[in-house]
């Protein structure tokens, strides 16, 4: 079955860079495209960014300059870096699986915290 | 970009009622619209999608309607399981909805 779950440090101090991955099941990079949502606590969901079945990948805009997402196909893992950590940066962050047509999101991981603190 | 403008915040219902809850977009979005229930602690999970397309397994008490800028996700015969928020989503700009915190009186 469909799964994706997320991996990462829980912690990362200001001005750092995070790096989280996103290791999934049942289903191909090269079939499916792959995003990274986040949410700060208590508050709505954002999307950042994903990595599109082809390759290539989009940002939101407001996080693109310290965004960057990559995969490795062979290990069925994305990945999300960040750099220039801010504690408004602190958030559950989560993975998902949308198609290539219709971009909506039926899979998700279970999320994983950050923390920006020192 | 595309604003969602979701509305109730915040809802309370009995047991056994009917809700609605609404989301406008700033522009047509052409039926390009999920909608999702958040448990506390839990991951999104997708109702709707398309608008109106009941996702695989989602009780048929949910149902979705809408076009053009203005849509909604309809629950019947609310259940004590349905307790959660709900967030609307667009394709076009993927972005969210403010989301709708919804509790039984």
């Known amino acids: 079955q469909v799964q994706l779950k997320e991996s990462g440090p829980g912690l990362v101090q200001p001005s750092q860079t995070l790096s989280l991955t996103c290791t999934v099941s049942g289903f191909s990079l090269t079939s499916n495209s792959v995003h990274w949502v986040r949410q700060p606590p208590g508050k709505g969901l954002e999307w950042v960014g994903a990595i599109w079945s082809g390759g290539s990948t989009d940002y939101n805009s407001a996080l693109k300059s310290r965004l960057s997402i990559s995969r490795d196909t062979s290990k069925s893992q994305v990945f999300l870096k960040m750099n220039s950590l801010q504690t408004e940066d602190t958030a559950i962050y989560f993975c998902?699986?949308?198609?290539?047509?219709?971009?909506?999101?039926?899979?998700w991981g279970p999320g994983t915290m950050v923390t920006v603190s020192s | 970009d595309i604003q969602m403008t979701q509305s109730p915040a915040s809802l309370s219902a009995s047991l056994g009622e009917t809700v609605t809850i609404e989301c406008r977009a700033s522009e047509d979005i052409y039926n390009g619209l999920a909608w999702y229930q958040q448990k506390p602690g839990k991951s999104p999970q997708l109702l709707i999608y398309n608008a109106n397309s009941l996702h695989t397994g989602v009780p048929s008490r949910f149902s979705g309607s809408g076009s053009g800028t203005q849509y909604s996700l309809k629950i019947n015969s609310l259940q004590s399981e349905d307790v959660a928020s709900y967030f609307c989503?667009?394709?076009?700009?993927?972005?969210f909805g403010s989301g709708t915190k919804l509790e039984i009186k």
């Open positions: 998902t699986r949308s198609g290539n047509y219709d971009w909506y999101f039926d899979f």
């Open positions: 989503q667009q394709y076009y700009d993927l972005t």
